[in-house]
């Protein structure tokens, strides 16, 4: 007797639970990452499915019964990173989901006549080395493999240390044509991480686009000095400038309607109680459905955070770490996708996704499924039992019909 | 041939560097800073001075040629942690200029007719577990073992774990009559932390009070989201409500002339490029010669800060970390180190020191040296070496002063 979509969830609920910040943290490569994705395999493998991991660390888990080219394939799956201090459901409902989809396509007893994959892609969040969505940005080639190597954590270790000591080969990592090549259509579940399916009163919805978004870091450089001897006059206090610009922020977002502009990390450099820092590390988050207010945004948000700085005599740089263009996903696709969901809305979201990347390649779809809090990147984060078995039935009729 | 002030520094010139902040972190109980305390202890032994640790961690040396009772005694020391990314000479100019006065005490063959000692006391900076002066706080009980003992550090350790790690017993730690009872008169040489010296080009300054001054830690609690799929109209980011908290902190410090008021440490909890915090721990240092006005400010503070944070939908708690009240110290030890070093310019200072702790029960004294650079708890701090030497000639002569 298979488990429910929530008997699965039940197994990993406390995988990488964070006693500090609450909620969950399971950077890429850290041990919980890697229980969960011991656990995935292990799933696969009690399902029979051919289980590979590739050089970019991509699970990939097969359902082939005919014995299959492995070409036009469907493949479906997520990540199983988080953010630090997250929720439980972003990323690993879209792995456990995938599995309990093969269970009852199964039960079904569908003869598929394409391969089905289930693919678990590393680092989507992003949270550990700074470029979301690292696992299929790889695949494809948007990241070359040499940049991404020499990416470092905040401890200093770089991309290409954690990844040999998780038992990769780092010379094995870049774009993957022969991989690439293999998938049909990509279709990604994943719990909603805004409150529309709230508000539509639905349990799933089919996805239309992912908006544009970008980071950038931010570094204000002023003069280190000691708290308790420096007369205000005096000062080149960089956080002042850097409070400034998380207020330029928030202004230029609410000039721009639709606009979402974050700053959700802020580091003093030395960071002492009693010491002015010498330098602030910030990071900006950007999204915007039109890549060009984005842009906008972004370059305004730069200037009036230079002249915030030359007021205290201190200066700042901006630097891109990432840009993603708006993604539209394929009309085609989604309209085969709505028409084995019925009544499911169509939603844009403002998160990203692998499957945003692969959509640049393949005909790609994604189902969402409702978050009752609305809340994402939190503990707060939820997924009732019943919308949970609604997400992986849906995936099911979904693969069912493009496998069939 | 005994070395001079900068031939000894030149032996710790390089302990506790920081290849990541620049400068140098000597976190109390850290291996760098247990580095120096070694040093130290082996530069006492080899000028066959009587070394201990007591309960508190603090390092005594006597110098007693006479076999006199231990009382009355003179003492002399500093600190050697750091804060992080600080500068070399901040507590350890202190130490080794002790060590250097002794040995001109011996040149001049100076017969004592009161023990003298050299002590070095742990956490001056309150750098790792938030308050400073730690050490002579706990020696004087001006803060009870039970509230110290639970301190934490940044990365969970409570104070009583990384003291017994250090070889301390924690059950030992607290108010330590009998060590107090000791001194007769405390005399601490410290690196100037402004531009005092520099402006009157002097090298040598005697203390003539320490302004008074307190840490609080602020804690503004909002909801942590989703960076990309929370509109602005439904966030409550507690990043936003802490940069208005830094221009309030700024604002309410000018408009109370005097007032040196600072945020130097601001962690946004989770921490997230793509999350919108949930709560913002940041820390303030205000210091105003006169307590009524540092109590006005802090006042004012928290409450611009509650209007800010209801104007996001988010809370605010302040919660007070240290308070010391500005100390003047004692006349008539300090007519008596100005008659010794005649032209010394006298000067207030805004930095907390053990020696302010040391004040409210025993006879206390300071001495500055130059800081060319004016600029403190930075690499950017320095000292001249013929400074440095005439700061430990200046003490010797006030310890000789003393003595006979």
Redesign the interface.
């Known amino acids: 007797m298979p488990e429910t979509t929530a008997g699965l969830l039940a197994q990993i609920a406390d995988t990488g639970r964070?006693a500090?910040?609450?909620?969950w943290?399971r950077p890429v490569f850290s041990s919980a990452e890697r229980e969960l994705l011991e656990w995935s395999q292990e799933q696969c493998t009690r399902r029979e499915l051919d289980v590979d991991v590739d050089g970019n660390g991509v699970l990939w888990a097969w359902w082939n019964p005919a014995g299959l080219p492995l070409v036009d394939a469907v493949v479906t799956g997520s990540h199983l990173d988080s953010?630090?201090?997250?929720g439980a459901f972003d990323g690993p409902l879209g792995v456990v989901s995938a599995l309990r989809a093969v269970d009852l396509l199964r039960q079904r007893q569908v003869a598929p006549t394409r391969p089905l994959a289930v693919a678990v892609f590393p680092e989507e969040?992003?949270?550990r080395f700074?470029i979301?969505c690292l696992g299929s940005r790889l695949l494809t080639g948007a990241l070359p493999a040499d940049r991404a190597l020499g990416l470092r954590d905040p401890d200093?270790n770089t991309l290409a240390d954690a990844a040999r000591r998780a038992g990769l080969d780092p010379h094995r990592m870049g774009r993957d044509d022969a991989a690439l090549a293999r998938i049909g259509a990509f279709v990604e579940l994943h719990v909603e991480?805004?409150?529309g399916l709230v508000d539509l009163a639905a349990p799933v919805a089919v996805a239309s686009s992912i908006?544009g978004?970008g980071?950038w870091r931010m570094t204000v450089h002023g003069?280190?000095?000691?708290?308790?001897?420096?007369?205000?006059a005096?000062r080149r206090?960089p956080?002042?400038v850097?409070?400034?610009?998380?207020?330029v922020v928030?202004s230029v977002?609410?000039e721009h309607p639709g606009?979402?502009a974050?700053?959700?990390?802020?580091?003093?450099?030395?960071?002492?109680?009693?010491?002015?820092?010498?330098r602030v590390d910030l990071?900006l988050?950007v999204?915007h459905p039109e890549d060009a207010v984005t842009a906008a945004v972004v370059e305004e948000i730069g200037r009036r955070a230079g002249a915030a700085a030359a007021g205290e005599g201190c200066t700042v740089e901006i630097h891109e770490e990432s840009l993603s263009p708006t993604v539209d996903f394929d009309p085609a696709l989604r309209d085969r996708v709505r028409a084995t969901v019925p009544g499911a809305p169509v939603l844009a979201?403002?998160?990203?996704h692998d499957a945003g990347i692969l959509a640049e390649h393949v005909p790609t779809a994604m189902l969402f499924v409702r978050n009752p809090t609305g809340?994402?990147?939190?503990?707060?984060e939820h997924v009732e039992d019943d919308d949970a078995e609604r997400g992986s039935v849906a995936l099911a009729d979904v693969l069912g019909a493009l496998l069939t």
Not at 349 to 352: C, Q, V
Not at 375 to 380: D, I, K, Q
């Open positions: 964070d500090v910040r609450g909620g943290s953010v630090p201090g997250g969040e992003g949270s700074g979301a200093g991480q805004g409150r908006i978004h980071r003069r280190g000095d000691h708290a308790g001897t420096t007369l205000l005096d206090d956080v002042v850097a409070a400034q610009v998380v207020l928030r977002a609410a606009t979402r974050t700053v959700g990390r802020f580091q003093p450099v030395p960071g002492g109680t009693n010491v002015i820092a010498s990071w988050d999204r979201t403002g998160a990203g809340v994402s990147h939190s503990p707060e």
